[in-house]
């Protein structure tokens, strides 16, 4: 069965430490790629997504990915992280030629804790 | 604003309740979804209607009965549930789309706690 996982449950970092958050997934085939964002008290929302082209992808807030295909690997960078980046974060993939819909599969969430 | 509005936010239920959750979205998407975010485990994929029309039902039982009258409202009734499943529940819409091209765009859930 095709799953996602996300290596660390609970994050915690001192404002302007590196973040990386990683990211595998099982299939086979081809896939795309995504990171949601779930601040607290708010809705998920689209940080970043790869189709195809160039595997480092740069989202919103100065996120950004990676994508290795021989680690079916996508984990979430971010140089220097701020307070404002406490959240919980969701890795998801949908196999393409999913059939007219988007099956998003999503890894269990890694919640980043940023201190002062 | 998400596009994608959700009531109740909060619902309390004992087990021989019925009650139903609502998500309506203003986003010109012709795909919904229903997912069930627990603590510590994935979202999961409950239901999914495509062009009005259900084409998944990953194994849910069937005190949870999903409707799309049209394809910009989805319920969830639900009826006789038990305590296990209280959890966050999250509306998503996008526009239907094969290759995943179209990113789902989530509403702010529904907390549900069954006594």
């Known amino acids: 069965a095709q799953s996602v996982s996300q290596h660390n449950h609970h994050v915690i970092l001192s404002e302007a430490a590196s973040l990386e958050l990683g990211c595998n997934y099982s299939?086979?085939?081809?896939?795309?790629l995504f990171w949601y964002v779930q601040y607290p008290g708010q809705h998920l929302q689209l940080l970043l997504k790869?189709?195809?082209?160039?595997?480092l992808v740069k989202g919103i807030k100065g996120f950004e990915a990676e994508f290795i295909k021989s680690k079916f690997s996508f984990n979430l960078r971010k140089p220097s992280v701020q307070w404002s980046d406490t959240a919980e974060y969701f890795c998801a993939v949908i196999p393409r030629g999913s059939g007219g819909y988007n099956k998003l599969i999503f890894g269990a969430g890694t919640r980043l804790a940023v201190h002062p | 604003e998400t596009g994608v509005t959700q009531t109740p936010r909060h619902l309390v239920m004992g087990m021989t309740n019925k009650k139903s959750l609502k998500c309506e979205q203003h986003?010109?998407?012709?795909?919904m979804y229903w997912y069930k975010q627990s603590a510590k485990k994935p979202l999961e994929l409950m239901f999914v209607?495509?062009?009005?029309?259900?084409?998944e039902n990953n194994s849910v039982p069937s005190r949870f009965s999903p409707e799309c009258p049209n394809s910009s409202h989805l319920f969830l009734h639900l009826h006789t549930l038990q305590p296990e499943d209280s959890a966050l529940y999250l509306c998503?819409?996008?526009?239907?789309?094969?290759?995943?091209?179209?990113?789902?765009?989530f509403g702010n859930g529904t907390r549900l706690t069954v006594t």
């Open positions: 986003l010109g998407h012709n795909a």
């Open positions: 299939y086979g085939g081809t896939v795309n």
């Open positions: 998503a819409s996008s526009q239907a789309s094969g290759t995943g091209s179209s990113p789902l765009h």
């Open positions: 209607y495509s062009l009005e029309e259900r084409v």
């Open positions: 790869y189709f195809s082209g160039d595997p």
